[in-house]
């Protein structure tokens, strides 16, 4: 899908491309989401640009995510999308920058697109030139990360105090959903982590290949890496919470199954005297004196019980129960 952005009459307009004609005048940034072979064909011979294809996007080489070309500069980074779903994933995200348009390709759905267009609308006159447009959708994604980075540690927040909650037990199935969702976090977490690198990495590239850039959109790149800086440093706190929360929610579960496998030992050697005495007079020799008394058989009972009783005391005293 092609949508087109253009300022007219100090308008924001935007208008999807309901056939492939011609390019609107006055177009300022071009969006293409899961654009088709033909949809690319179209864009890169009507702005004499070549629209990175999902395999080049794959590239993790710098000289093949950022690099300069006739039409402009093309610069590929890894943002994440379905933040929300159980297995978010990195899409990448292609910018092609040009003093006259800037073009955007993605495979995926990104929410800080969207946001970004509701606040383009209100103040338009601020984004006429292309590289603080740039610059200002590469904001959005970092604020969509922070925001994420948020929610996160709102998680994180909950599922600490459920895990060392002192007034109801955790069964082993409630921590082993624990080890889950933990990984999960992590598994979000270093993907929000790859795509602040990425985004780092673009902003340096930028600064040092694109001569053009006008004050107020290496203000907003200045702004933007100091943003990464403290992010980088929040995320780096979260990951060793999730470490740690991982580690004691690990614990307590060797703590449980200690304390299963503590049963079954301090029963079995309960059982073992009795279990003593049964074998001595369940051998049935012929000359067992015991065979032939009147009282051998609860002699036998009290001596298993009373020998129970014993082990049961001697821990109660030793404190192991």
């Known amino acids: 899908m092609i949508t087109y952005h253009s300022i007219e009459g100090g308008l924001f307009k935007t208008q ?12 300022i940034w071009i969006d293409l989401l899961r654009p088709t072979q033909e949809e690319e064909h179209f864009i890169e011979n009507e702005l004499a640009i070549d629209v990175p294809s999902p395999e080049e996007m794959a590239e993790i080489e710098d000289s093949s995510r950022f690099f300069e070309s006739k039409a402009g500069w ?7 999308s379905g933040s929300q779903d159980a297995t978010p994933k990195l899409t990448q995200l292609s910018f092609i920058l040009h003093k006259k348009q800037l073009v955007c390709a993605h495979y995926g759905e990104l929410t800080s697109f969207r946001a970004f267009e509701a606040q383009y609308a209100r103040q338009p006159q601020i984004y006429k030139s292309t590289d603080v447009l740039m610059m200002s959708l590469v904001d959005a994604l970092v604020d969509r990360i922070a925001d994420i980075l948020e929610k ?9 105090k459920n895990i060392f909650d002192e007034t109801e037990g955790q069964h082993t199935s409630d921590l082993q959903r624990t080890v889950k969702q933990l990984g999960q976090y992590n598994s979000l977490l270093a993907k929000l982590s790859d795509s602040l690198l990425s985004i780092k990495r673009m902003l340096i590239f930028c600064k040092q290949s694109v001569d053009w850039l006008t004050p107020t959109a290496k203000t907003k790149m200045h702004a933007i890496e100091l943003d ?61 004196p015991e065979l032939n008394w009147a009282f051998g058989y609860p002699l036998s009972i009290t001596l298993m019980v009373l020998s129970a009783l014993a082990c049961y005391v001697w821990f109660r005293i030793k404190g192991w129960l």
């Open 228 to 288: 990464i800086g403290s992010l980088a440093d929040y995320h780096a706190r979260m990951s060793s919470e999730i470490t740690f929360l991982l580690d004691a929610t690990l614990g307590l579960i060797n703590i449980e199954q200690n304390g299963i496998i503590k049963v079954f030992s301090i029963a079995a050697v309960l059982f073992l005297p009795p279990t003593l005495v049964g074998t001595v007079y369940g051998m049935n020799f012929h000359e067992m």
């Open 74 to 80: 093309c610069m590929i980074v890894s943002v994440v």
């Open 16 to 27: 999807v491309a309901l056939s492939l004609d011609k390019v609107p005048t006055n177009t």
């Open 152 to 160: 996160l540690q709102s998680k994180l927040n909950n599922l600490s």
